[in-house]
């Protein structure tokens, strides 16, 4: 199987990083093109995929084509590939922010040609990632084998697509918001003493423990937060000072701006 990427940047060697770690496919099966031979050819030969000259070379030869190029570029190279994408029944699966299954299709002038949509976050590259996806009908004999590339990655979901700009917020930014909260936990560690290092460690393994249990738990968050807080206990004033201070509407705050900012194309 041969796997294509039309579009070579963080997003999209994320997933091919992702898909190396677990033996998903060998560099020889990857195949790409990007918009500046100088970005993606010396990155192509260090992993050992193939570059190729054009995205027309992608289309010819990849059993599944991942667009993953800046939105405005994706419906004109769809245009350019489609009739080879749809004489192979090739899939493609659009990492395309904001762009709808139905205007891929139109771009494409059929309902028939197989279409995943996805919006992955940067945790696919540790194979630790939550990708939503929303399919069109074509795809559904095709359904299953691009699911379970996909879940090498991490955790799946479907969504409507109307839902997609939430789940920017809470999976695609949100790693950015979390590691604010590990920085700020680290840095009150330095104000008593640790090291920036010791500190970063500690704080980012509680992190990941606490996220670990929240999916092996079939409690809520906030049920769990009184399993750690004692009464009159440490826990208990320092939540008290953190909504004091603003943290859940902080954070409520930013996951507005997110959305917001995505609705705007």
């Given amino acids: 199987m041969t796997i294509g990427f ?47 000259a054009s995205n027309q070379a992608v289309a010819d030869t990849a059993d599944i084509v991942f667009l993953a190029v800046a939105p405005k570029l994706g419906v004109p190279i769809l245009k350019t590939i489609g009739p080879t994408l749809k004489q192979r029944q ?23 040609q197989p279409i995943l949509r996805i919006m ?20 559904a004999g095709q359904l299953d084998g691009l699911l379970d590339l996909l879940n090498v990655l991490g955790k799946t979901m479907a969504l ?3 839902q997609f700009s939430t789940f920017v917020a809470l999976a695609g930014s949100s790693p950015a918001f979390v590691y604010l909260f590990i920085d700020s936990l ?30 092996a738990s079939e409690q809520s968050p906030f049920d769990l937060i009184d399993q ?15 909504e004091q201070a603003g943290l859940m509407s902080a954070v409520i705050k930013g996951v507005d701006a997110t959305i917001a900012k995505d609705r705007q194309g």
């Fill in 6 to 52: 039309i579009g070579a940047g963080n997003m999209a060697r994320a997933i091919i990083t992702g898909l190396l770690a677990k033996n998903a496919v060998t560099p020889e099966e990857i195949v790409l093109h990007g918009g500046q031979p100088i970005h993606y050819e010396p990155y192509a030969a260090k992993i050992g995929a193939k570059a190729v």
């Fill in 90 to 112: 090739v899939p493609i699966v659009s990492m395309l922010t904001g762009v709808l299954l139905a205007t891929l299709e139109d771009a494409l002038g059929s309902q028939d």
């Fill in 120 to 139: 992955p976050n940067v945790n696919v590259a540790i194979n630790a990632g939550m990708t939503a996806y929303a399919a069109n009908d074509s795809v």
């Fill in 160 to 162: 409507p697509e109307d």
């Fill in 186 to 215: 680290s840095r009150a560690g330095v104000k008593y003493g640790l090291t920036k290092k010791q500190a970063t460690a500690i704080a980012a393994q509680a992190v990941m423990g606490s996220a670990q249990n929240v999916l």
């Fill in 228 to 242: 750690v807080s004692s009464p009159g206990g440490t826990t208990v004033a320092g939540l008290l000072a953190m």
